[in-house]
C-alpha cells in the first residue's frame, strides 16, 4: 500500500510560481512512476506530468513550465510550476503507479488533490 498526500496549492496571479509536494508513505515508493494530474470544474481529469525509471515526462500544455522531481530520500515528488496562468486553475492530484503510463486509469494510489487557483 502507498498513500500519498498532496501539499502547496493555493491562491497566486498570472505569472506567479509554485511548487507542490507529493508525500508518500508505503514500501518501495522509489520504484513506482508518480504522476501528477488536475482537474478543473466540469472537464475531465487530465495528465500534468510523471517521473519514473525512464526519466520524466510532460503534458504539451505545461512543458518548459512546470518541473516534476523527487526529493533525496525520494519520499517525496515535488511539482514546481513557473510561469503559471488562469487555465491552470484544478485540483492537482498526485498519483503512483507500478506501470509507466499518462492514463489516469492505470494508476492505482491518489492523494486527495490541492487546489491551485491563479487570478489573470
Known amino acids: 500500500q502507498v498513500q500519498l498526500v498532496e501539499s502547496g496549492g493555493g491562491l497566486v496571479q498570472a505569472g506567479d510560481s509554485l511548487r507542490l509536494s507529493c508525500a508518500a508513505s508505503?514500501?518501495?515508493?522509489?520504484?513506482?512512476?508518480v504522476a501528477w494530474f488536475r482537474q478543473a470544474p466540469g472537464k475531465e481529469r487530465e495528465f500534468v506530468a510523471a517521473i519514473g525509471w525512464s526519466g520524466t515526462w510532460y503534458a504539451d500544455s505545461v512543458r518548459g513550465r512546470f518541473t516534476i522531481s523527487r526529493g533525496n530520500a525520494e519520499m517525496t515528488v515535488y511539482l514546481q510550476m513557473n510561469s503559471l496562468r488562469h487555465e491552470d486553475t484544478a485540483v492537482y492530484y498526485c498519483?503512483?503507479?507500478?506501470?509507466?503510463?499518462?492514463?489516469?486509469?492505470?494508476?492505482?494510489?491518489w492523494g486527495q488533490g490541492t487546489q491551485v487557483t491563479v487570478s489573470s
Open positions: 498519483a503512483a503507479s507500478r506501470r509507466t503510463a499518462n492514463s489516469a486509469r492505470l494508476y492505482d494510489y
Open positions: 508505503g514500501r518501495a515508493f522509489s520504484s513506482y512512476t
